[in-house]
C-alpha cells in the first residue's frame, strides 16, 4: 500500500517534485516554476488496464506460503510445520520492512515517465537496485545475529529452532534477489507495465511450487529444498526481470556512477523511502498490537481473530490492484502537471474501489460462513468467528479509502504527510481500544480495528486538496 506529503529537509514545497533542467535530472522545483503540463488520459479503462493484472498478481502470492506449508505437512513432522510458519513470519517481516523499494520506486518513476525525462526514469532504478544490492548484502551478513534473537524472541522448541535454522540459513540467500525484484517490479509498474508486473510475478508463484514440490516431494531435501525453491524462484524472476528492464531500456546509454549517485536525487529517494518505511513499521506494530490483544483473551478468540482476519487479507489482495494504479497515475499526473489527469485517477479509482469493497464486504457477510468452517474444524473457534464475523466483513469497506488513498499519496510522494496520518491514525486507534476494549472486550477491539483502517483513509482524503493545490496550483479538485 502507500506514502504522502512534503518531503523534510527540501526546498519549500518539494511535494511540487518534478524532472527538469541539469542535464534532465531530477530536481526539485517550487510550483511556480514548474514546466507546461504534459496531457495525457485518464479514463475507467486506464485505471482497470492497470488494476486487474495487479490483482491476479497479488492474487498469486498466497499460493507460495500455501503450498509450502502443504508440502512440509505431507512429510508429518509438527516441528518442521512450525518451522515453516516461523521463517515464513521472519521473511515477511524483512519483506514488509523494505517494500519501499517497489512502491518508492513505483512513484519516482511514474513522475519521471509523466515528465518525458526517460533518463530520470533509468536513474530511479539504477538508485533503488543500489540500495537492493546493500540491504540484501547487511541481511546475508547478519544472518546469525538476526536468526537467534528472533528464536529467542519467539521461544520456540529446540526441533522447531533446530528447522528453522536449516529453512532460513539456506533462504536468506534469496534477499539481495527479492529486494532487486522489488525494485524491477516497482520500476516496471512506474511506467504503468502491470501485465509485465503480473508475468514476473507468476514465475515467481510457478517456480516456487514446481521446486517446492520437486525438491522435497521427489529428492527429499526437507526444509532446506522449501528454502531453495524460494531462491531459485527469486533468481528467475530477476533473470526474467532483467530481460524486460534490458528491453525497456534499448540502446540507451549506461548513465555514469557520479550521475547515478547525485546527493540531491538520492537524498529525495531514501526521504521518499524512509517516510513509507516509518509508515509500513506503524502499520504493522498496530496489527501486531492488535493480535497480542486479541491473545489475551484466550486461545480460542486468538485464534476466531487470526481467522477472521482473512477476510481483511483477501480483501486486500483484489483492493491492492487498484492501490497500484492510483499509485502510477497519479504519480505520472505529477510529473506531467496535469491536474485533471489527478483528479480522474483519484475518482475512477475511489469509485471503482468503493463498488468492489461494498461487494467484497457483502460476500463476506452472506457466505463467511463457509469460509470459516472451511479454516477450521474445531467448534469452538468456528463458534467464536461466528460472533465476530459481522466486523471482520466490514473491513474492506473500512479499508477502501486507505488503500486508494496511500495509492495516491505514494506515487505522488507525498510521503510526510502519508506518514503523519498513519500515526494519527495509529493514535485513534489506541484511543478507541483503551475506552471500547474495557467495555465491550474483543467487540471493542474489531471497532479500534475498523476506526484505524478508516481513519486513515479519511485522514488523507482530506489532506488530498491542499496538496494538490500546492502541485499543481488552485485548480478545484474533480475540474476536468
Do not use: C, K
Not at 537467534?148 to 539481495?176: C, I, K, N, Q
Not at 509498474?189 to 510475478?201: E, K, S
Not at 556512477?257 to 537524498?267: G, H, N, S, T, Y
Not at 475518482?347 to 457466505?367: D, E, N, P
Request: aromatic residues 8%; proline residues 4%; positive net charge.
Amino acid at each position: 500500500m502507500s506514502a504522502s506529503g512534503g518531503l523534510t529537509g527540501r526546498p519549500a514545497r518539494p511535494e511540487a517534485v518534478v524532472a527538469a533542467g541539469h542535464g534532465n535530472h531530477t530536481m526539485s522545483l517550487p510550483p511556480q516554476v514548474r514546466r507546461t503540463p504534459r496531457p495525457f488520459p485518464v479514463t475507467l479503462h486506464t485505471v482497470v488496464a492497470i488494476a486487474v493484472p495487479m490483482t491476479l498478481a497479488y492474487l498469486s502470492t498466497p499460493l507460495i506460503g500455501i503450498t509450502d506449508v502443504a508440502v512440509i505437512g505431507q512429510l508429518g513432522d509438527a516441528a518442521l510445520i512450525g518451522a515453516v510458519a516461523l521463517g515464513a513470519l521472519l521473511f515477511d517481516f524483512f519483506g514488509a520492512t523494505f517494500n519501499f523499494l517497489r512502491s518508492g520506486t513505483t512513484g519516482l518513476v511514474a513522475q519521471a515517465m509523466g515528465a518525458e525525462d526517460r533518463e530520470a526514469e533509468a536513474m530511479v532504478l539504477w538508485r533503488a537496485l543500489i540500495v537492493a544490492a546493500l540491504a540484501g548484502a547487511l541481511m546475508v551478513a547478519l544472518q546469525t545475529p538476526i536468526l537467534e534473537g528472533f528464536l529467542a524472541l519467539m521461544g520456540a522448541s529446540d526441533a522447531v529452532s533446530a528447522a528453522t535454522r536449516d529453512y532460513y540459513t539456506v533462504r536468506v540467500y534469496a534477499m539481495p534477489l527479492m529486494f532487486a525484484n522489488y525494485a524491477i517490479l516497482g520500476w516496471l509498474l512506474g511506467l504503468g507495465r502491470a501485465r509485465a508486473g503480473l508475468v514476473l510475478q507468476l514465475i515467481m508463484a510457478l517456480v516456487n511450487v514446481a521446486g517446492s514440490m520437486g525438491l522435497v516431494m521427489g529428492l527429499g531435501y526437507g526444509m532446506g529444498g522449501v528454502a531453495a525453491a524460494s531462491v531459485l524462484a527469486e533468481a528467475a524472476t530477476l533473470a526474467a526481470g532483467g530481460v524486460l528492464v534490458a528491453r525497456a531500456l534499448g540502446r540507451r546509454p549506461r548513465p555514469a556512477l557520479a550521475d547515478v549517485m547525485e546527493r540531491a536525487a538520492f537524498l529525495r529517494m531514501m526521504t521518499v523511502n524512509r517516510d513509507i518505511l516509518i509508515r509500513s513499521m506503524v502499520l504493522l506494530g498496530t496489527f501486531s498490537f492488535f493480535t497480542a490483544m486479541g491473545a489475551r483473551y484466550g486461545d480460542v478468540i486468538l485464534a476466531a481473530n487470526a481467522l477472521l482476519m482473512n477476510f481483511f487479507l483477501i480483501g486486500g489482495y483484489f483492493l491492492d490492484g487498484l492501490a497500484t494504479a492510483s499509485e502510477q497515475l497519479a504519480g505520472r499526473a505529477v510529473g506531467a502537471n496535469y491536474r485533471p489527469a489527478f483528479d480522474r485517477a483519484v475518482r475512477f479509482s475511489l469509485v471503482t474501489g468503493g463498488a468492489l469493497a461494498g461487494g467484497l464486504s457483502l460476500l463476506a457477510l452472506l457466505f463467511g460462513d463457509h469460509l470459516i468452517y472451511a479454516l477450521t474444524t474445531a467448534p469452538d473457534v468456528r463458534a467464536a468467528a461466528l460472533v465476530y464475523i459481522g466486523w471482520a466483513a466490514l473491513t474492506p469497506v473500512s479499508g477502501v479509502l486507505a488503500f486508494i488513498m496511500d495509492g495516491v499519496y505514494i506515487g505522488a510522494t507525498w510521503s510526510a504527510m502519508m506518514r503523519n496520518m498513519m500515526l494519527l491514525s495509529a493514535l485513534a486507534f489506541f484511543a478507541v481500544w483503551a475506552v471500547a476494549a474495557p467495555l465491550m472486550g474483543n467487540h471493542g477491539l474489531w471497532l479500534a480495528l475498523l476506526v484505524f483502517l478508516g481513519a486513515r483513509g479519511v485522514t488523507l482524503l482530506a489532506a488530498t486538496p491542499p496538496r494538490a493545490r500546492a502541485t499543481f496550483g488552485p485548480t478545484p479538485l474533480g475540474a476536468a
